[in-house]
């Protein structure tokens, strides 16, 4: 077994909760619980620190987990809501903390193209307009070694466009789909952690509702589930009492103890 945590930086869907110019009861609640940053999680064990996603809001969550250093970021797609963070993450790649390595971001060939178009000056060796993050992409093809990790991409559907979400020994995190395929499913036996979109109760083109995202967790079968990518139309505390045993929704900063070996 080789322990480790998985953190909850952020548990909103695209625009945040509350969402800018809202009046819902929600986006106005006083329950610190019904405050979301967009989503992203950061897994550690040893003395390893790895992201899954780096969103719009990574330089707020970082601060406030005390993320000093880190590893590698996997990316699961290239929407703005999971990768707008790459820029931030420009402090974590001075060579007195990398020791002069650029931080390795893993994504599949699609997901690394658009990196290259929207963060073109990154990637760009004749920038010449002062720092930038020193980063390297990685394309991921199938099961890959993280460090003394495997992690497992599982596709899933968000729409119509495949993306991925992650399996790593018994933790999985499954974001942004609205079906996760047969295939998928099965890639998660044994699976003891896991989280899945659930976007609301009403349908949605892209997402997931907590009913279907119920349905897919007893299909799983992990001992524990959280709900992230989460909107206003999901009180935290009134929408947790309706949900099956050991179905939660996730918050940010939500610690979680997992096994990263099976
Ligand atoms: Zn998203
Ligand atoms: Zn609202």
């Known amino acids: 077994m080789k322990k480790g945590t998985v953190t909850v930086l952020g548990s909103a869907t695209s625009m945040g909760v509350p969402t800018i110019g809202c009046n819902c009861a929600v986006c106005h ?105 020193k980063v390297e992409l990685h394309e991921i093809r199938e099961t890959f070694e993280l460090l003394d990790l495997k992690v497992i991409p599982v596709p899933i559907m968000h729409g119509d466009a495949q993306i991925i979400g992650f399996r790593i020994g018994e933790f999985a995190y499954l974001t942004d789909f609205s079906s996760v395929p047969d295939e998928s499913i099965a890639m998660l036996k044994g699976v003891q952690v896991v989280f899945l979109d659930a976007l609301r109760h009403e349908p949605h083109p892209t997402h997931s509702t907590v009913a279907n995202s119920i349905m897919i967790a007893a299909r799983i079968g992990a001992a524990k589930t959280y709900f992230t990518h989460i909107s206003h139309d999901l009180a935290h505390e009134a929408t947790n009492q309706t949900l099956p045993e050991g179905v939660r929704l996730a918050y940010d900063g939500l610690r979680v103890e997992i096994d990263l070996e099976s």
């Open 29 to 133: 609640s006083s329950d610190p619980l019904d405050r979301r940053t967009r989503p992203s999680v950061m897994i550690e064990w040893d003395d390893h620190r790895v992201l899954i996603d780096s969103g719009p809001d990574f330089r707020e969550q970082a601060i406030r987990e005390g993320i000093d250093r880190l590893d590698a970021v996997l990316y699961t797609h290239g929407h703005a809501d999971h990768i707008l963070g790459l820029d931030d993450l420009r402090p974590l790649t001075y060579p007195r903390i990398t020791g002069g390595s650029r931080i390795p971001l893993y994504a599949t060939a699609d997901t690394a193209r658009t990196l290259q178009s929207v963060f073109k000056y990154v990637f760009d060796d004749n920038y010449k307009y002062g720092g930038i993050a």
